[in-house]
T-cell receptor, first 112, second 112 residues
């Protein structure tokens, strides 16, 4: 079953704009990870945020985590055409299963 | 390049056949994960190994099996293949559970 649900399912913006993707999950987690996937390619790890962290930055990426609302957001600032990809959140649920549970992803299109 | 190596990259085979997918984790990583990505099911966790031992099992069919060898590489065996097994199969690795999980480029399996 899917733990994470990304929102929106698809997002189309112009270069230079910011893109915000949201992820909601159901159970308590150890950490949450965001990945990017270009069409038919591998998953590229973007950022990991632990359950005791509220915000993390990496370059043009900003991730927030609200464990009380069981939600996370990924913000990409000053988007580029090369950011066009699908973005997935994946949760590491508490309870010892240790596997990542993925949502269905947000398909981001950045138009030049 | 994540450091996780998967072979073969592409595979076309007939229904009823058996294939083996291979994975070399990142140097130093003890945990190996297998995921299946299909259009209708999204990214599904199949199985995890840690230092040679099975650690967690997901939606892995009985026709599928996996193992992690003493040198930490892993194989996923898919038998009695059906059309519905056509998918992108990912291997991923981490130093230990709870850490960042890095994915390979995947093995595209097409069953005809």
């Amino acid at each position: 079953s899917q733990q994470g649900e990304e929102d929106p399912q698809a997002l189309s913006i112009q270069e230079g704009e910011n893109a915000t993707m949201n992820c909601s999950y159901k159970t308590s987690i150890n950490n949450l990870q965001w990945y990017r996937q270009n069409s038919g390619r591998g998953l590229v790890h973007l950022i990991l945020i632990r359950s005791n962290e509220r915000e993390k930055h990496s370059g043009r990426l900003r991730v927030t985590l609200d464990t009380s609302k069981k939600s996370s957001s990924l913000l990409i600032t000053a988007s580029r055409a090369a950011d066009t990809a699908s973005y997935f959140c994946a949760t590491d649920p508490q309870g010892g299963s240790e596997k990542l549970v993925f949502g269905k992803g947000t398909k981001l299109t950045v138009n030049p | 390049d994540s450091g996780v190596t998967q072979t073969p990259k592409h595979l076309i085979t007939a229904t009823g056949q058996r294939v083996t997918l291979r994975c070399s984790p990142r140097s130093g990583d003890l945990s190996v994960y297998w995921y299946q990505q299909s259009l209708d099911q999204g990214l599904q966790f199949l199985i995890q190994y840690y230092n040679g031992e099975e650690r967690a099992k997901g939606n892995i069919l009985e026709r599928f099996s996996a193992q992690q060898f003493p040198d930490l590489h892993s194989e996923l065996n898919l038998s009695s293949l059906e059309l519905g097994d056509s998918a992108l199969y990912f291997c991923a690795s981490s130093v230990k559970p709870g850490n960042t999980i890095y994915f390979g480029e995947g093995s595209w399996l097409t069953v005809v």
